[in-house]
């Protein structure tokens, strides 16, 4: 069983910057592939970012094309965290932000594919 505890969220102004760090429980870590997933108000959950298990700080990662080139995953695996940093921040990336990790595969993109869950962070922009 693993836990995951998501935090950093908060309100922000558009063009700013947040980071949310994810900590996760148990001694096995780095073998968990990891995600951020995110969900607005009236949608469904969103793929935000994912890094591959295993990889420390050079893992292979995977973002949604609305967050390419703004938001970059990484995750330490000697401090089992896994963060997500958010530049550039749009009104449109408000929602909130859960941390999943997936025991199964070596990177996951779907949430169907992710075992243990977050509580959620909630991220707003303003604009």
């Known amino acids: 069983q693993v836990q995951v505890v998501e935090s950093g969220g908060g309100l922000v102004q558009a063009g700013g910057s947040l980071r949310l760090s994810c900590a996760a429980s148990?001694?096995?870590?780095?073998?968990?592939?990891m995600g951020w997933f995110r969900q607005a108000p009236g949608k469904e959950r969103e793929f935000v970012a994912a890094i591959s298990r295993n990889g420390g700080r050079t893992g292979r990662t995977y973002y949604v094309d609305s967050v390419k080139g703004r938001f970059t995953i990484s995750r330490d695996n000697a401090k089992n965290t896994v963060y997500l940093q958010m530049n550039s921040l749009k009104p449109e990336d408000t929602a909130v932000y859960y941390c999943?990790?997936?025991?199964?595969?070596?990177?996951?993109?779907?949430?169907?594919?992710?075992?243990?869950w977050g509580q959620g962070t909630q991220v707003t922009v303003s604009s």
């Open positions: 148990g001694r096995t870590f780095s073998s968990y592939a």
């Open positions: 999943a990790a997936d025991r199964d595969y070596d990177l996951a993109l779907s949430w169907s594919e992710y075992d243990y």
